[in-house]
């Protein structure tokens, strides 16, 4: 690396030239670049004339109030010099012609990050290099590599104009762009994944050669899709569905050309010819069709079969069709005459899949065993089974030398095709797998999971490269494209996504959890998040910039509550580990760690008064606990079994708990009880029975009298606590209720659910006022800021987002003209247009990279991936306000 800079100054040491200048003379300096319509800053700057006229100007948009009038043009001459004389080293440095995103420079520029040290006049200078990219085409890699910068450095650039910038040959991974207009800007050869663009206005753009995961989704189903293939020109992709239809799409477009109607059930597996002139389908109706991919007609029916169709596999010449059934047979049929070739007997279970070797000569088939037989003489060869585990599918690599197996027990192995030897086993799942592919060149495997995620996996290490996230349940299918330089999905979510795998797929850590986020909470200024995760850490987060503040780590378990004190100085968190423990805030250190309670620690809650703690446990109790001395106070132990949330009101006297209380007696609906405790007293006051499962979360109403319980059986209750009585159900969540929080102001509830949704709910009249879309995972943590503006939610996709919810509803621009809408953006930023109310995420703390332009604005432009796709429907599938098209309707 020394060797790239031999004979240049390094950047630190020109960038430390930089930290003398005031700050101000940037900004002066743009404006009148703008105004002189300048194209070559650094010869405009070096002309004496230009210098003289530029000092002038300078002198009058500068504020020196503290500075005597005969030392202002000193100032301002020095400044000069020095933002020039930087200037002129960076054009001539590698900084202007190399991408410094690339993985050789990693280590250099993380310790240039570290060397500014958030350095106030160097961030704005790299801000200010930036958006000289707009006037200056001769900085434009410089401008690039200064924004890249800026993103690793996680500076705050939401609601910035960056109108007509240049970016080219950079990462801009995980950016957050939220409401900055970027009307006019060029990028090319840029790296977008997990770029945050929501509400941002993007007029006139021109973006080429784009590097994105997610090529596209292509939507129309209307249940789940089971089975995906692409053709051998890499041109269409066909889906079977539970729906009971076929689909083509053009790969290229995205676009549905042609739907294929006949199974009377479940489609349950698709396959291309070799030419790709034909297409097979199987179906739980028993059959198997054959369809012609040019007239989109069906051309044979092969009937036999007397029980579920579950697989079709064409051999390699195309002659020979092979089907596996539930009826316990496969067979092999001629695919010109449609006449059954053979019959291979002698499994005892449904055949699941079946798939040739790549030579033609060995079908693989699997069920609880796998069998690999000889197809010309119709004989088994051999046969693989486990006493603690069955295979649920099978997948030759592309030279026949191995074949991949899904495994019950979660895993992924590879076998020796010839002698039938474990290779390797691939590890890592914690729910069911359900399809895995070979790559062209054989050296990476995918799969699809019930856990929603994609994952790619180096297979002569048998580690994970990358994981894909973005379905919203489970991966039924996956399959390469013939070139390897992409990926297909089909999903229970009844959605085909395309994902870009050749380039730049490598998960990039972003610094957020490795685990499920379990628990947010905001500290009492509004300022700083903490998030609880199942990685075992808790983090502390800057909610203006997204930046990691500090790690707390000590709990050796998963994290499941956390919880500021009134004063913000101190952090209760509870854990899988039996342990409570108390931080302080401002050092990140551990005060004090409280035991007690024999099971993980479900909730924590500090009093109003932030003078007790509350936790609940699994073991049944809760525990009030001294906060000055750790001492506990006293334990609360009533009928109920397991208690999953504890809350104070807000008065201080009362504690309320949500708990799993079965009635015992068979045959009698179970009913799951939260009781309400006098503090004082340690006495039960009233206990309030009505939901039929777990109670999950509880939280009393500002005022105190109104409490909120969340549960497993999927509503949300709203109780009068004076009354002990039920005042309203709120139903709208489709599955498990996990949390509830109030409002500051009391008039709104919000609740996350297993369903992947938060919703919000008018506490007066019950009514869903809302639902936020956005985290591909359960939710399992929602949290009001203090000021009411926004909200926080943690989920098992490993992230916190925080939403804006000043506005319950998006508001539609349908009514307006070209001329109208071009006016209404004209303003520098975002903030400023007429349509900005929106829910959506102003922030992603994850390590999963998913790209978000939720009420983003586009109007004309192009937005070109570096395959030649456009990602305008991608766009239009995140909620993006695509202008041009609502003109034109």
């Known amino acids: 690396?020394?060797?790239?800079?031999?004979?240049?100054?390094?950047?630190?040491?020109?960038?430390?030239?930089?930290?003398?200048?005031?700050?101000?003379?940037?900004?002066?300096?743009?404006?009148?670049?703008?105004?002189?319509?300048?194209?070559?800053?650094?010869?405009?700057?070096?002309?004496?004339?230009?210098?003289?006229?530029?000092?002038?100007?300078?002198?009058?948009?500068?504020?020196?109030?503290?500075?005597?009038?005969?030392?202002?043009?000193?100032?301002?001459?020095?400044?000069?010099?020095?933002?020039?004389?930087?200037?002129i080293k960076l054009i001539d440095h590698g900084f202007n012609n190399k991408n410094y995103s690339s993985e050789g420079y990693f280590k250099y520029i993380q310790d240039l990050i570290i060397s500014i040290n958030n350095n106030r006049q160097i961030i704005e200078f790299l801000q200010f290099i930036v958006q000289l990219t707009s006037i200056d085409n001769n900085l434009i890699q410089c401008g690039s590599n200064s924004l890249y910068i800026l993103v690793q450095m996680k500076i705050d650039i939401r609601n910035k104009n960056f109108e007509n910038i240049k970016i080219q040959n950079t990462s801009l991974i995980g950016s957050n762009f939220v409401r900055c207009n970027l009307s006019g800007s060029e990028f090319d050869n840029v790296n977008i994944n997990g770029m945050n663009l929501n509400g941002a206005l993007l007029f006139n753009c021109k973006w080429k050669?784009?590097?994105?995961?997610?090529?596209?989704?292509?939507?129309?189903?209307?249940?789940?899709?089971?089975?995906?293939?692409?053709?051998?020109?890499?041109?269409?992709?066909?889906?079977?569905?539970?729906?009971?239809?076929?689909?083509?799409?053009?790969?290229?477009?995205?676009?549905?050309?042609?739907?294929?109607?006949?199974?009377?059930?479940?489609?349950?597996?698709?396959c291309f010819s070799p030419n790709g002139n034909t297409l097979a389908s199987s179906s739980y109706d028993n059959s198997i069709y054959l369809w012609d991919v040019k007239t989109k007609k069906k051309i044979a029916k092969f009937d036999g079969h007397t029980w579920w169709v579950n697989s079709v596999c064409f051999s390699p010449d195309g002659n020979t069709l092979a089907s596996g059934s539930s009826d316990k047979s496969i067979r092999l049929w001629d695919v010109k005459t449609g006449q059954q070739q053979s019959q291979l007997d002698g499994h005892t279970n449904c055949i699941i899949s079946v798939c040739y070797s790549p030579d033609g000569n060995i079908l693989a088939c699997c069920n609880q065993s796998i069998r690999l037989w000889d197809v010309k003489t119709g004989q088994q060869k051999f046969q693989l089974d486990s006493q603690t585990y069955t295979f649920d599918s099978v997948g030759f690599c592309p030279d026949g030398t191995m074949f991949?197996?899904?495994?019950?027990?979660?895993?992924?192995?590879?076998?020796?095709?010839?002698?039938?030897?474990?290779?390797?086993?691939?590890?890592?799942?914690?729910?069911?797998?359900?399809?895995?592919?070979?790559?062209?060149?054989?050296?990476?495997?995918?799969?699809?999971?019930?856990?929603?995620?994609?994952?790619?996996w180096d297979v002569k290490t048998g580690q994970e490269k990358a994981k894909l996230d973005g379905h919203t349940s489970t991966v039924m299918s996956v399959c390469f494209y013939p070139d390897g330089s992409s990926l297909a999905s089909g999903s229970e979510d009844k959605s085909i996504r395309l994902w870009d795998i050749k380039t730049e797929y490598k998960k990039i850590e972003l610094g957020g959890h490795s685990g499920s986020v379990t628990s947010v909470c905001f500290s009492p200024d509004g300022n700083t998040i903490a998030s609880g995760s199942e990685d075992t850490s808790i983090r502390l987060w800057d909610v203006k910039t997204g930046q990691q503040q500090s790690q707390l780590d000590g709990h050796t378990n998963c994290i499941i509550s956390v919880c500021y004190s009134p004063d913000g100085k101190t952090l209760a968190s509870g854990s899988s580990d039996k342990s409570i423990r108390l931080w302080d805030v401002k050092t990140g250190q551990e005060?004090?760690?409280?035991?007690?309670?024999?099971?993980?620690?479900?909730?924590?809650?500090?009093?109003?008064?932030?003078?007790?703690?509350?936790?609940?446990?699994?073991?049944?109790?809760?525990?009030?606990?001294?906060?000055?001395?750790?001492?506990?106070?006293?334990?609360?132990?009533?009928?109920?079994?397991?208690?999953?949330?504890?809350?104070?009101?807000?008065?201080?006297?009362?504690?309320?708990?949500?708990?799993?209380?079965?009635?015992?007696?068979?045959?009698?609906?179970?009913?799951?009880?939260?009781?309400?405790?006098?503090?004082?007293?340690?006495e039960q006051q009233v206990k309030l029975n009505g939901h039929t499962d777990h109670v999950n979360s509880v939280c009393f109403s500002p005022i105190g009298n109104i409490l909120a319980s969340g549960s497993n059986d999927r509503s949300i209750r709203l109780w009068d606590i004076k009354k002990g009585q039920q005042k309203a159900q709120l139903k709208g969540h489709i599955t498990v209720v996990t949390s509830v929080n109030f409002s500051p102001d009391g008039k709104t509830?919000?609740?996350?659910?297993?369903?992947?949704?938060?919703?919000?709910?008018?506490?007066?009249?019950?009514?869903?006022?809302?639902?936020?879309?956005g985290h591909t995972?359960?939710?399992?943590?929602?949290?009001?800021?203090?000021?009411?503006?926004?909200?926080?939610?943690?989920?098992?996709?490993?992230?916190?987002?925080?939403?804006?919810?000043?506005?319950?509803?998006?508001?539609?621009?349908?009514?307006?003209?070209?001329?109208?809408?071009?006016?209404?953006?004209?303003?520098?930023?975002?903030?400023?247009?007429?349509?900005?109310?929106?829910?959506?995420?102003i922030l992603v703390i994850s390590q999963d990279i998913i790209l978000e332009t939720q009420g983003t604005f586009f109007l004309e432009g192009k937005f070109i991936n570096h395959q030649g796709k456009d990602l305008t429907s991608l766009f239009q599938s995140k909620k993006s306000y695509i202008l041009q098209n609502i003109i034109l309707k």
């Open 591 to 682: 005060k004090a760690m409280l035991k007690g309670q024999s099971h993980c620690i479900s909730s924590v809650c500090f009093s109003p008064d932030g003078n007790t703690l509350a936790s609940g446990s699994l073991d049944n109790s809760i525990c009030l606990w001294d906060v000055k001395t750790g001492q506990e106070k006293a334990m609360l132990k009533g009928e109920s079994d397991c208690i999953y949330s504890v809350c104070f009101s807000p008065d201080g006297n009362t504690l309320a708990s949500g708990s799993n209380h079965p009635n015992r007696f068979q045959g009698i609906q179970s009913i799951h009880s939260i009781i309400i405790w006098d503090i004082k007293t340690g």
């Open 1 to 87: 690396m020394n060797q790239t800079f031999q004979g240049k100054e390094f950047l630190a040491d020109i960038f430390a030239q930089i930290k003398g200048v005031d700050q101000q003379i940037f900004g002066v300096t743009l404006e009148i670049f703008r105004k002189e319509k300048v194209q070559d800053c650094i010869g405009y700057l070096s002309d004496n004339g230009n210098q003289r006229h530029l000092e002038q100007q300078i002198l009058q948009g500068l504020n020196f109030s503290q500075v005597k009038n005969e030392q202002k043009l000193y100032f301002v001459r020095k400044d000069m010099k020095q933002m020039t004389d930087v200037l």
């Open 777 to 841: 995972n359960d939710i399992y943590s929602v949290c009001f800021s203090p000021d009411g503006n926004i909200l926080a939610s943690g989920s098992d996709d490993q992230s916190i987002r925080l939403w804006d919810v000043r506005n319950e509803k998006e508001i539609s621009p349908l009514d307006k003209t070209y001329k109208d809408i071009f006016a209404q953006f004209k303003a520098p930023l975002c903030l400023n247009n007429p349509f900005s109310d929106f829910n959506y995420s």
């Open 209 to 270: 050669n784009l590097k994105i995961h997610e090529l596209n989704k292509l939507d129309g189903h209307s249940e789940c899709v089971r089975s995906i293939c692409i053709s051998p020109d890499g041109n269409t992709l066909a889906s079977g569905s539970s729906d009971k239809s076929i689909r083509l799409w053009v790969i290229k477009t995205g676009q549905q050309k042609a739907k294929l109607n006949g199974h009377t059930e479940i489609v349950t597996s698709v």
């Open 749 to 773: 509830l919000a609740s996350g659910s297993l369903d992947n949704s938060i919703r919000l709910w008018d506490v007066k009249t019950g009514q869903q006022k809302a639902m936020l879309n």
């Open 404 to 456: 991949a197996s899904v495994c019950s027990d979660w895993s992924i192995r590879l076998w020796d095709a010839k002698t039938g030897q474990q290779q390797s086993k691939l590890d890592g799942y914690t729910r069911s797998i359900m399809s895995v592919c070979f790559s062209p060149d054989g050296n990476t495997l995918a799969s699809g999971s019930s856990d929603k995620s994609i994952r790619l």
